[in-house]
């Protein structure tokens, strides 16, 4: 079964500096790709998702990430931090079947 | 637009008790899964479901039970609760093409007292 492992479970970063949430996954077959984001009290919403093609995904809010098959790695980022970026947010991998997430990283964004 | 909606939203329960927590969807998306979040543990598949009938156990079955009569709904029964069931509990559908990504409902916060 796939698996999905995120380095830091708590980021800190300023307003206006550089977000890297980083994602490293394990999966027999090709993978399908994910970060979801949670806000307090709530569901969890897609960012974005790589399936297959480039391997540079654009997402919501201006965020990306980027496929690398050799790393084994989907990271995610964000060119500049914005206040209401701060949340929790999973990386997922899906074999087409079900879906497993990391365990999530707490993104806090300080002034 | 409901999409995926769940019920009840808080609900303590006695050791031993049992319940079921209800999860429906007006998306007609054959998958639907069943994930408990805990601290720091992120979501843990429970059950997950490929379409009415058919239902599969994912990384932490052990004490839950599932059925799925029709594509809308996907019930998670806990028949004897325990302690270690008090988590939010998230059910999720999706259209069942490899590449689709799952909808999430808002979350049942359980207590087992």
């Known amino acids: 079964a796939q698996s999905v492992t995120q380095l830091g479970s708590h980021v800190s970063v300023s307003e206006g500096a550089l977000v890297l949430l980083r994602c490293n996954y394990s999966?027999?077959?090709?993978?399908?790709l994910f970060w979801y984001v949670q806000y307090p009290n709530q569901g969890l919403q897609l960012l974005l998702k790589?399936?297959?093609?480039?391997?540079l995904v654009k997402g919501i809010n201006g965020f990306e990430a980027e496929f690398k098959k050799s790393e084994t790695s989907f990271h995610l980022t964000k060119p500049s931090a914005h206040m209401s970026d701060a949340a929790e947010y999973f990386c997922a991998v899906s074999d087409g079947n079900d879906m497993r997430f990391g365990a999530g990283t707490r993104l806090t964004v300080k002034p | 637009n409901a999409g995926v909606t769940q019920t009840p939203k808080f609900r303590i329960l006695k050791i031993g008790q049992s319940m079921t927590l209800q999860c429906t969807q007006d998306?007609?998306?054959?998958?639907m899964y069943w994930y408990r979040q805990d601290p720091g543990m992120g979501l843990k598949l429970i059950y997950y479901?490929?379409?009415?009938?058919?239902?599969d156990k994912g990384e932490v079955p052990n004490g839950y039970n599932v059925s799925r009569s029709t594509t809308e709904d996907f019930p998670l029964r806990l028949e004897l609760a325990a302690p270690s069931q008090t988590s939010v509990y998230f059910c999720?559908?999706?259209?069942?093409?490899?590449?689709?990504?799952?909808?999430f409902g808002q979350g049942t916060r359980l207590t087992v007292v």
């Open positions: 790589y399936t297959t093609g480039a391997t």
């Open positions: 999720a559908s999706g259209a069942g093409t490899v590449n689709t990504e799952a909808f």
């Open positions: 998306m007609n998306h054959n998958y």
């Open positions: 999966s027999s077959v090709p993978p399908y």
């Open positions: 479901s490929v379409g009415a009938g058919i239902t």
